[in-house]
């Protein structure tokens, strides 16, 4: 049959199309998979993170590097050029004893500089919220601009009364013996002291390391200066003096660092011997808060009274665990919403494809009126057979002046009892989803369904047409 004849078609029946697979409207539903983020990758302190999150360290490492370096040369030039002379002159035992040496003082550099030193997490914004309205309650709702001065408490312990003193920046009061490193931003527990030629601060979960680094690394200065010596003394009662420093230029250069290097780190780990031996930090010793010059009453509430106990309490006692989980996943703070399952735009779609939904009701996934519940004049309906069908030119559409009326739309419209409520509006009239009002009287509890006389006569026709032009293939 040509595509614009008019005659009967017998037993013919169409459905709806579905779209709802392949529908462009349906991407913003979809779920994005988000990768999972570790806690490191967004630290708040000024820190810096390798290996997924497993070595940690300041910003600040160029003189941690040094460090590497002076011990790495120093100790390389030894045990290649001193060594190999001492064994056969002395005893084999020289390059063994300075080989442990060696990677006992790397081993705990390493420790020191890539641990955790004790961070204490900051708040989050409902503790700290929390933690402020208590503040202002028991210092009482200040007026103005006026901002309180630093906020303490005190608690006493083993008699003696302790400040904790409020920090701005983390929002908690520091535990005992904490304090904030300016350099790294974060609370420290134990907080002994920020030390660049380890790369990291020096607190309670590191301490014990960075003392036995710098004392191994005495011994091991030590070691090495005396043996480099042995070395020029015996090379120079066989060839003399200036013979034996032009033979061995490596042994003058070994010297020399370890001449300048011994007395600082030597008398550095003396000072610590003291601290731990009287269960004190650095930065205790130097504000002096337990000194005598503060008070009679004064004294350290952290000491045992033992230096044998003072001394296995700081180095043999317990790790206690990280308290800021790295390496960790970040938990979403509110769950994403589930993709709608009536297919009409969301709330969170564009403007534009919220439009493109009012503006084309039947690509939606929702069953749209069927010929039960929509029947126009003269029309046959959507669902039964087209016994008998003359096509001719599309209807003009017909303008709807009132929306608000819907008897005067049920002369046009013979609806079902179940369909009273709903109205149909064209799709320039239309509103989008995120435009509704919460009054209106569009905001149905069951679906709207959005059709328009001329685009239901003008549909109607177009898909008669697309099948008259199947059936004449």
């Known amino acids: 049959m040509p595509p614009g004849g008019g005659g009967p078609m017998k037993d013919c029946e169409y459905s709806q199309i579905s779209t709802h697979s392949s529908s462009p409207m349906e991407s913003p539903h979809k779920k994005k998979k988000i990768a999972a983020r570790r806690k490191w990758e967004v630290f708040p302190g000024r820190n810096k993170f390798f290996c997924n999150g497993r070595i940690m360290m300041a910003r600040q490492t160029g003189v941690f590097y040094l460090t590497l370096i002076l011990i790495l040369v120093t100790s390389g030039l030894f045990f290649a050029f001193d060594c190999p002379y001492l064994a056969v002159k002395i005893t084999p035992a020289i390059p063994v004893v300075g080989g442990i040496l ?3 003082v790397m081993g705990t550099l390493l420790r020191t500089s890539f641990s955790d030193p004790g961070v204490l997490p900051r708040a989050t914004p409902d503790e700290a919220a929390d933690l402020e ?4 309650i028991a210092n009482g709702t200040s007026s103005g601009g006026y901002r309180p001065p630093p906020r303490t408490k ?7 009364t302790v400040k904790l003193k409020y920090c701005f920046t983390c929002k908690i ?26 790369g990291n601060c020096v607190g309670k979960r590191n301490y014990r390391f960075f003392y036995m680094f710098i004392l191994s690394l005495s011994f091991l200065t030590v070691f090495i200066f005396a043996f480099v010596i042995t070395h020029v003394i015996l090379r120079s009662q066989q060839t003399g003096f200036l013979n034996a420093l032009k033979d061995s230029p490596a042994s003058v250069l070994e010297a020399v660092v370890c001449f300048f290097s011994v007395w ?47 001394c296995c309490v700081a180095l043999c006692g ?20 589930a993709a709608p399952s009536d297919g009409i735009a969301a709330y969170g779609a564009t403007q534009s ?42 209807t003009p559409p017909s303008s709807m002046p009132s929306l608000t009326a819907e008897a005067a739309l049920t002369d046009v419209l013979p609806l079902k009892e179940e369909h009273v409520g709903h109205q149909f509006l064209t799709p320039e009239e239309a509103p989008s989803p995120p435009r509704m009002l919460a009054g209106s009287p569009l905001a149905h509890s069951r679906t709207m369904h959005v059709l328009g006389l001329a685009s239901q006569d003008s549909l109607h026709e177009d898909s008669v047409r697309g099948l008259v032009k199947l059936s004449s293939v």
């Open 353 to 394: 494809q919220s439009d493109m939904a009012a503006a084309t009701p039947l690509l939606q996934s929702e069953p749209s009126l069927t010929s039960d519940e929509l029947h126009l004049p003269g029309k046959p309906g959507l669902g039964t057979p087209c016994a008998s069908l003359t096509l001719g030119q599309p």
């Open 102 to 104: 060696f990677f006992f």
């Open 173 to 198: 009061f520091r535990p005992p013996r904490a304090s904030h490193c300016s350099l790294c931003d974060n609370c420290v527990e134990r907080f002994d002291h920020h030390c660049p030629w380890v």
């Open 264 to 310: 600082s780190i030597v008398g550095l780990s003396g000072f610590h011997t003291y601290l731990i031996s009287s269960n004190q930090t650095t930065n205790e010793d130097i504000k002096g808060s337990w000194s005598n010059k503060r008070g009679k009453e004064n004294y350290n509430p952290y000491s045992y009274g033992n230096i044998f106990t003072n």
């Open 133 to 136: 309205r208590q503040i202002d």
């Open 318 to 337: 317990p790790i206690s665990p990280s308290l800021i989980d790295r390496r960790g996943y970040i938990q979403p703070d509110t769950p994403q919403p």
């Open 154 to 160: 005190e608690v006493i312990i083993n008699g003696q």
